[in-house]
């Protein structure tokens, strides 16, 4: 099972731990490079008698161990699993941790991959859901029930960008005996710490910012509750959600750049906010670094920057706002129409059409004139001129 820990080596600066936690020289060979260990099974000594604990790829992998040390590391945590997608950590954790008849509370913004887990799967299987404004501690309260078990928290959200005070959450869950799970996606351990904050959970879609290259798809826990980690990792062995080593290998590189490139994407990201605000066909900007974000004092509070994604809404007066929004996105030239976020590439998507489809219809359903941007790391003049010319 892999379940990583802050190593004994002194490891403290962020950089530092990305580059060097759970990636110790190779003891055979000198490697500097954690190997990708291409093996489906390993050899025992008598029966048994494993060599380091390894028996079989699916229950463990050497190279999935260290991607999973260093991602504890990373959140100041105790215990790390790594999954074959986000998606497959969220599966894992709701199906640990909620049972038929818990309740739970999402963001009323939720990203769309996770309403559908949760509304077409989960609530088939007896779990109860509500969405809630979690930037408002009163709703989100109010919101809560005897049988609430988990608060799941986007902070920031997808796609509208807001903002939760992660610490209040921490207290109104286990005031009510519920835990609270921190999808860290959008600001990864870079930016933010839930675990430090009193989150329980922490998920991550590492496909996001810590790959950073848009070649791995992944997902990731961690907590500092052992006991959950087992069970977690029972249902994960007994499911199969892993990912492949040369999967978490390819993470591990991206990840020794994560502290620059979330510099660059933050930069990045608060200037072309800036150039969109104000601009005639832009009717709103969702940028947690914008003075005048709801969420900007608590963000900066618990953030160390904003992060690279913006959203915003244009204007179409006359005309369908979900087409002039599909118009926008089509006429872009380095921004990539396409799904996912948080590569060294700037991608443009139209949420209700793509990434929230599946929230059409419901309380979730995002608007029809939005348009989500992930800012990559290009130079900020050449991202700022494709947009102002895609606009017109």
């Known amino acids: 099972m892999e379940r990583g820990g802050v190593p004994s080596a002194n490891v403290n600066g962020f950089s530092t731990r990305a580059i060097h936690a759970g990636q110790d020289p190779d003891p055979t060979t000198g490697s500097v490079i954690v190997p990708i260990h291409a093996t489906s099974t390993f050899a025992q000594d008598g029966v048994g008698g494993t060599r380091g604990g390894y028996e079989y790829s699916r229950t463990g992998n050497p190279t999935r161990t260290a ?17 074959g997608s986000g998606m497959g950590a969220t599966d894992t954790l709701l199906r640990v941790a909620l049972h038929p008849g818990d309740h739970l509370l999402i963001p009323h913004d939720a990203y769309g991959g996770t309403f559908r887990l949760v509304d077409k799967v ?8 509500t969405p809630v404004d979690l930037a408002d501690p009163a709703a989100t309260r109010a919101a809560l029930r005897p049988n609430t078990r988990m608060i799941w928290c986007e902070s920031p959200t997808n796609p509208l960008l807001g903002i939760a ?10 005031g009510a005996g519920a835990s609270l799970v921190v999808d860290n996606t959008f600001a990864s351990p870079y930016l933010q710490t839930p675990l430090a904050l009193g989150a329980d959970v922490v998920v991550h879609s590492t496909t996001k910012y810590l790959g950073g290259h848009s070649d791995v798809v992944g997902g990731a826990l961690v907590t500092d509750d052992g006991e959950l980690a087992e069970r977690l990792a ?8 892993v990912p492949g080593p040369f999967d978490a290998w390819l993470t591990l590189r991206g990840i020794k750049t994560l502290a620059v490139r979330m510099e660059r994407h933050s930069d990045n990201a608060e200037r072309v906010a800036a150039a969109l605000v104000g601009h ?45 929004a599909m118009r926008v996105c089509a006429s872009t030239r380095l921004f990539i129409l396409a799904e996912s976020l948080g590569g060294v590439e700037s991608l443009i998507e139209h949420p209700r059409r793509m990434t929230h489809a599946s929230t059409e219809g419901s309380l979730l359903e995002v608007p029809a004139d939005l348009i ?21």
């Open 67 to 83: 991607l999973a040390e260093c991602m504890a590391a990373l959140e100041g945590a105790r215990h790390g699993l790594i999954f």
């Open 122 to 129: 989960l609530s088939g299987w007896g779990i109860e859901y």
């Open 165 to 174: 005070d992660i610490a209040v959450l921490a207290d109104l869950a286990h």
């Open 234 to 241: 029972f249902l994960q062995n007994s499911s199969g959600a």
């Open 280 to 324: 005639p066909k832009v009717s709103r900007v969702y940028y947690p670094g914008l003075p005048d974000h709801p969420g900007h004092e608590v963000a900066a509070k618990q953030m160390r920057r904003f992060g690279g994604m913006v959203s915003f809404q244009v204007t179409s007066p006359g005309a369908d706002p979900a087409a002039e």
């Open 372 to 392: 989500r941007l992930s800012v990559g790391i290009e130079d900020a003049d050449d991202l700022i001129e494709d947009l102002l010319q895609a606009l017109g």
